[in-house]
């Protein structure tokens, strides 16, 4: 029987077991322990666990583990490492007073701790004519039983005798369930080794080295990480017959199924991970972005709406205007919009025009309200502060800050902004592009990560959608909770209860204006979105456009539920006269009659357009004169339409020509009629889409009654003038009229070849006679188009001589 060589209980084994694989013999020299090779190559040197890392077997002494004296580490990043100081003494210090209190009844005891692994080294010295056996079963009795007295929050602690020469390293190995098991000397056999390491823990493979390995390595694994470091620190180094055993952790390999999943099926896992990463978003911040919808609508949170704001708001105000007035700074629009309130008749048409939209709001049908009126006509005040200024449920979507957007990232972020969606992460917009490449490099398949701006402003709306609906219907929600009688469809209670509804105001919407800017479409979504919303009765929508031509995608969206529209037109003659006069009277710029007749004048023929009324004003203010200042502003009228003309017109849906044509009929005249209009020969197709096109290029203004075309007048009072201004200036005159009679040659000369053509299919007839009034007919509209190509070639001529 062959003994243990240790600082331990020696047990008994026998070396050589007779089984199915033959044990190689080890015929190098001696082994030499860990204890040999310190000793031989001391020269005065201090041989403590902390310079060596080793605890030397020390005859009179005898060495136990204490092992979970709180949670080992698995690795550097293991959280439970942050975690185990609140329960458990995880630092040295607090170990070694642990087990200090533990043996407080023993004399001369040592105490080495190993934080990382969750034990501890206890040395004891032996009492005399005592063997290691008997005072290690005496010490492991005792102190099981103080530890059974010890509250250690789920850990069950344990001790073990050390037969080998620990080795405590500091290289950062951290524990894992297999042990590495090298043999200096003679291969143990499957049964020595189960002998030698069941008393640690459940063992759950052991695995010899095979013949043709260069290393001579066995492999034991445990069930639990725990048995591993016990036997690890109790065994190693032991010698056993002539054979040192050397025990290591085997390095930890995270051979999971869904990191092999991934490695080995990359075209089906990454699509994979990124449909559930997506799933994981949606559920935790969609919710957290329908609640910021809310927020936005309701305002609950907003400062700006609290009362003690408004007040302080108010105050800084009117301050600040009269500080304006003294310095004779401009004064803002808000303090024009003042002024204009105080004008009797215009706030009567204004309060007239507030009473019918609430009226609409109460009624509650479904149908979307258009505030339509030319720039500077006062919608965005009227809606703001005369309909809905009492009203919390509010919503405002400024298109012009979407559509404005440069870059797909700060489109989203300002369409987020708009409708109070948050978070959003806009930069993904831009990192999604360079993932979906490499996943495809990768898989040879498009992931499908990148999402299209037009696919994430439609994500955003229906998110919106619901968020809205659950707005509207919390006070239902709340009665039916409260209420077990109360029972009413939810479709019916909306209908009944049109306050609890939110108020979805769009604000610039200018579809056709703009429908050449690279996000154009964001028109069309907010009008299909606002269309929804109309459909399932679960807000108001309120467009204010000054672009007529919107119209037209605001009915295709809804074709089924008419447009309730209100137009503001400009100002009354009085009503501009009185804001002019209020504007000026302060500064004492009419000092005489004369003035405030010549101030008068000009005013009328300014018309009622707030911003022209502005604009005069500023003028006068800055020293010019009332009939300076209208000129400055008609000179800049008629560059603003020259701008038309020296740009590429087949843009806004028109010719120079049918142009031309309309500025020289209104110069005349301040109105024309619609069907007037159908007598010119360019207009006898598309009269309406042409006309259309030039209200839309705010050329022209088409009046309607009823909905129908009556009248085309100036898209601007200050047109009028600007139109003789331009037909009675030579230069302008004679540049446009001569680009205009090209365009009419032009236009002739391809209606006489179409009707020539025509004429000519008649030659082969056997009976001419039977056409006679077709031929007669074509006869006259060449003749007719070639006088017109020969006038207008005359007209040219007059225009060159005229230089």
């Known amino acids: 029987m062959l003994p243990f060589r240790g600082a331990g209980i020696f047990g008994v084994f026998r070396p050589r077991l007779q089984s199915s694989r033959q044990i190689t013999t080890y015929t190098g020299r001696k082994p030499v322990n860990e204890t040999t090779i310190i000793e031989s190559s001391n020269f005065g040197e201090d041989t403590s666990i902390s310079d060596t890392g080793f605890i030397l077997h020390v005859k009179d002494r005898t060495t136990l583990y204490i092992d979970h004296i709180c949670p080992p580490k698995k690795s550097k990043w293991d959280y439970t490492q942050f975690i185990s100081p609140i329960f458990y003494p995880s630092s040295a210090e607090a170990m070694v007073k642990f087990v200090t209190n533990l043996t407080q009844s023993y004399s001369d005891v040592k105490i080495f701790p190993v934080p990382r692994d969750g034990g501890a080294f206890v040395s004891f010295k032996l009492p005399a004519a005592t063997t290691p056996q008997l005072y290690n079963k005496s010490l492991i009795y005792n102190l099981t039983e103080k530890m059974s007295k010890t509250h250690r929050f789920f850990l069950r602690m344990g001790i073990f005798p050390v037969k080998g020469i620990p080795w405590v390293e500091d290289m950062g190995r951290y524990a894992s369930p297999t042990l590495k098991v090298k043999f200096e000397g003679d291969e143990l056999s499957q049964e020595s080794l189960y002998a030698m390491f069941r008393r640690y823990g459940k063992i759950s493979d052991i695995n010899l080295p095979k013949p043709g390995d260069m290393e001579r390595v066995a492999l034991v694994t445990f069930w639990t990480t725990r048995s591993a470091i016990c036997a690890r620190h109790c065994l190693t180094g032991a010698e056993i017959a002539g054979t040192i055993v050397h025990i290591h952790y085997k390095k930890r390999i995270n051979d999971h199924w869904f990191p092999t999943l991934v490695r080995d099926h990359p075209r089906i896992a990454i699509p994979l991970l990124l449909a559930l990463m997506a799933g994981f978003a949606v559920l935790i911040f969609d919710p957290i972005r329908s ?13 700006s709406k609290s009362l003690w704001f408004r007040e302080i708001w108010r105050g800084w105000i009117t301050t600040r205007n009269k500080v304006k007035g003294l310095l004779s700074f401009q004064q803002s629009e808000d303090a024009d919009w003042e002024l204009w309130s105080e004008i009797d008749d215009l706030m009567e048409e204004r309060n007239q025009k507030a ?181 399932l009765n679960i807000a108001h929508v309120i467009f204010i456009t000054d672009d007529v031509g919107s119209i037209q995608e605001m009915i295709s969206s809804l074709p089924t539920a008419p447009l309730k529209r209100i137009v503001l037109s400009d100002a009354s003659e009085l009503a501009s006269n009185i804001y002019v006069n209020h504007s000026l009277e302060k500064d004492n710029h009419i000092q005489t009659e004369k003035d405030q007749e010549e101030l008068d004048r000009y005013a009328t ?188 070639e005359q007209e040219m001529v007059e225009l060159k001589e005229k230089k």
């Open 291 to 303: 609640w910021f919808i809310k927020e936005k609508i309701k305002g609950e949170l907003d400062w």
């Open 605 to 792: 023929l300014l018309g009622g357009r707030m911003r022209d009324l502005q604009m005069f004003v500023r003028r006068i203010k800055s020293g010019d004169t009332p009939k300076e200042a209208f000129e400055g502003l008609t000179q800049q009228a008629v560059e603003q339409l020259s701008q038309v003309f020296l740009t590429s017109t087949a843009d806004y849906g028109f010719n120079v020509s049918q142009a031309w044509q309309i500025i020289k009929l209104l110069s005349e005249k301040p109105e024309i009629d619609y069907a007037d209009i159908f007598l010119l020969p360019m207009f006898k197709a598309n009269t309406f889409m042409i006309l259309q096109s030039m209200e839309n290029a705010e050329l022209i203004r088409l009046v309607r009654v009823d909905g129908v075309v009556t009248k085309v007048i100036p898209a601007k009072p200050v047109f009028s003038v600007a139109f003789k201004q331009m037909v009675s200036d030579p230069e302008i005159y004679r540049a446009i009229e001569k680009e205009c009679l090209l365009g009419k040659i032009e236009f002739e000369t391809n209606r006489v070849r179409k009707f020539a053509e025509d004429l000519n299919k008649f030659k082969e007839v056997p009976e001419p006679k039977l056409f006679k009034e077709r031929l007669k007919y074509l006869g006259g509209k060449i003749e007719t188009g070639t006088a017109s190509i020969n006038q207008c």
């Open 355 to 535: 009473k019918e939209i609430k009226i609409w709001l109460e009624e509650n049908v479904n149908s979307m309200i258009v505030v339509q009126g030319p720039a500077g006509s006062g919608k965005r005040n009227l809606v703001s502060s005369l309909v809905l200024g009492n009203r919390d449920n509010v919503l405002y979507v400024d298109c012009e800050n979407i559509i404005k957007s440069r870059k797909d990232y700060q489109l989203i972020q300002n369409f987020a902004h708009e409708i109070g969606y948050f978070p959003v992460f806009s930069f993904l917009t831009s990192v999604s592009s360079f993932v979906d490449l490499f996943v495809k490099s990768l898989t040879g398949q498009n992931a499908g990560l990148t999402e299209t701006k037009e696919s994430q402003i439609s994500s955003m709306l229906t998110l919106s959608l619901g968020s809205i609906r659950d707005l509207a219907l919390s006070n239902y929600y709340e009665m039916l909770s409260s209420n077990q009688d109360f029972y009413m469809k939810e479709e019916d209670y909306l209908q009944q209860n049109p306050q609890c509804k939110p108020v979805i105001v769009i604000d610039r919407y200018q579809a056709a204006r703009k429908k050449n800017q690279a996000n154009s479409f964001i028109y069309k979504s907010l009008a299909e979105w606002a269309a929804n919303l109309v459909q």
